[in-house]
């Protein structure tokens, strides 16, 4: 008799004999048959692996709690990424009107974006719940008014070594969220439609910096910031604004 755990969509578990897979959450299952009995085959999203297919049966998943359940609209975080970037967040009215109605926001519905390529929808996205969302706000080293120029674009040049590359994604969203394991709280899509928009806010705040620079004609720090050598994402990015 095959002895396994029963596992339900949401479940964060761990594989003992893959710990460096860090902790997953379960996004689908499929009834199996396994030595004649019944099972589970799994798709989970690991932290640093990515997506798997499991059959629970012969892999010893730990079951260690539920994902995190999102906040309702009104808290301030108003849906997931998925639902901001798409530019209809959780709680709109746009959401609601289709909710309502059983057919998705037309173009003209007040928070649905436009097919004449109007980017108020964008805006609206921005500053949804009246603040910017976790994932693409920059953090607190880049912008610190009691660092000096020179430590904030040290931070601002080693934020380049976020990428969206699997493990460099996660580290990522590790400093943005707070999180020991931000897939408790975003998939993997959702972070990787998020960490352009972030990319977008670095890339100019990096110009502002370098234009401040310019402006008080200080190569001399930007000259020190490059010392040991930059990783080349953040050298690219720092010649395109030194040029720009």
Not at 89 to 92: A, L, R, V
Not at 168 to 179: M, P, R, Y
């Given at each position: 008799m095959v002895l396994t755990v029963r596992f339900e969509k949401g479940d964060r578990v761990k594989h003992p004999k893959r710990p460096e897979w860090g902790s997953g959450i379960v996004r689908d299952i499929a009834p199996i048959t396994h030595e004649g009995e019944a099972?589970?085959?799994?798709?989970i999203d690991f932290a640093t692996k990515?997506?798997?297919v499991i059959n629970a049966a012969i892999a010893p998943l730990e079951k260690v709690g539920k994902a995190y359940t999102p906040p309702k609209p009104n808290d301030g975080h108003r849906g997931s990424a998925a639902q901001l970037w798409a530019g209809h967040?959780?709680?709109?009215k746009a959401v609601h009107n289709g909710e309502r109605n059983g057919a998705p926001p037309r173009d003209g519905d007040p928070g649905a974006p436009s097919s004449s390529g109007d980017s108020g929808w964008?805006?609206?996205?921005?500053?949804?719940?009246?603040?910017?969302?976790?994932?693409?706000?920059?953090?607190?080293?880049?912008?610190?008014?009691?660092?000096t120029p020179e430590q904030r674009l040290k931070a601002t040049l080693?934020?380049?070594r976020y990428s969206?590359?699997?493990?460099?994604?996660?580290?990522?969203?590790?400093?943005?969220?707070?999180?020991?394991?931000?897939?408790?709280?975003?998939t993997r899509p959702e972070l990787e439609q998020a960490f352009p928009r972030f990319a977008r806010d670095?890339?100019?705040h990096l110009r502002s910096q370098i234009r401040e620079f310019k402006r008080k004609n200080d190569l001399a720090t930007i000259k020190a910031c490059q010392k040991g050598g930059l990783m080349p994402a953040a050298q690219s990015a720092l010649d395109r604004a030194l040029r720009g």
């Open positions: 099972a589970q085959r799994l798709t990515g997506r798997v967040p959780e709680g709109s964008l805006d609206q996205l921005e500053t949804a719940g009246g603040k910017k969302h976790e994932l693409w706000e920059l953090p607190d080293d880049l912008t610190d008014p009691f660092a080693d934020s380049y969206t590359e699997p493990r460099a994604l996660i580290e990522w969203a590790i400093v943005q969220t707070g999180l020991d394991d931000p897939l408790t709280k975003y670095r890339d100019a």
